[in-house]
């Protein structure tokens, strides 16, 4: 292929890779502009704060939870199973549910594509240094089962690891797969919860929440043990 051909399907790739990161950081700084004007971050304090954040969009609340949703996996870290409780409150567990898996999916796949599409600029804006170089070698060795392990435990940081994920060789079709098999599981009982879906007893809350306050007590000492013990073992 003659020189000046490839230095010109290199000058267009260039452009085109501008033009995706212009069009995402207009989409990024417009969403959480939009998120800080409408009151969004002030109503993270409390479920029934949120609950009625998200109601003051009727008759289109449930586009604003499904973009709520989207952008809490773009701009990290807005914890969707919080939004996810509030919205089961509001629309119902199934509904919400299907708005937040819809959400999360997208905006991992999002996230995971324009990482792709720009590479190590783009991750390092959004993914710390030493998160980085924490991950992204265990990723590229591990691949799925890395991801998998990843998404189905609360102490590592999903939404940043979506973001890796793109500078590696893991092809989309695959991640996509892995996402939607792997991150629904923990929103699933944030909606259920939220929505009433599940009917327990006193005496199974009271033994619910005791094994719920053990394992949030037990994952803040002793998280950083685990990851720290299975990135130790991915490695060997």
């Not at 992204?136 to 994920?165: G, N, Q, S, T």
């Not at 009917?199 to 007590?217: E, K, R, S």
Request: hydrophobic share 55%.
């Amino acid at each position: 292929m003659p020189i000046h051909s490839m230095q010109g399907r290199d000058a267009e790739m260039k452009r085109s890779q501008w033009a995706v990161a212009l069009v995402a950081a207009l989409l990024l700084a417009g969403g959480g502009l939009l998120l800080w004007q409408t009151g969004f971050f002030a109503a993270m304090g409390s479920l029934e704060d949120m609950r009625a954040y998200i109601e003051r969009f009727a008759p289109f609340s449930h586009l604003a939870y499904f973009l709520v949703q989207l952008l809490s996996v773009i701009l990290a870290p807005i914890p969707s199973n919080i939004t996810a409780l509030a919205g089961a409150l509001l629309f119902g567990t199934w509904p919400a549910f299907a708005l937040t898996t819809a959400a999360v999916t997208g905006g991992s796949v999002l996230v995971f594509w324009l990482a792709r599409v720009l590479g190590r600029p783009f991750a390092d804006r959004f993914v710390g240094r030493n998160i980085s170089e924490r991950y992204l070698d265990v990723i590229r060795r591990k691949r799925d089962i890395f991801l998998i392990l990843v998404f189905l435990f609360p102490f590592f940081p999903d939404d940043m690891i979506c973001i890796l994920a793109g500078l590696t060789d893991i092809p989309l079709p695959r991640f996509f797969v892995i996402t939607v098999l792997t991150r629904p599981w923990g929103l699933l009982v944030a909606c259920a919860l939220g929505g009433s879906a599940i009917h327990i007893p006193l005496w199974g809350l009271v033994l619910l929440g005791a094994a719920g306050i053990a394992v949030f007590a037990a994952a803040l000492k002793y998280g950083d043990k685990w990851e720290q013990a299975l990135l130790e073992r991915f490695r060997k």
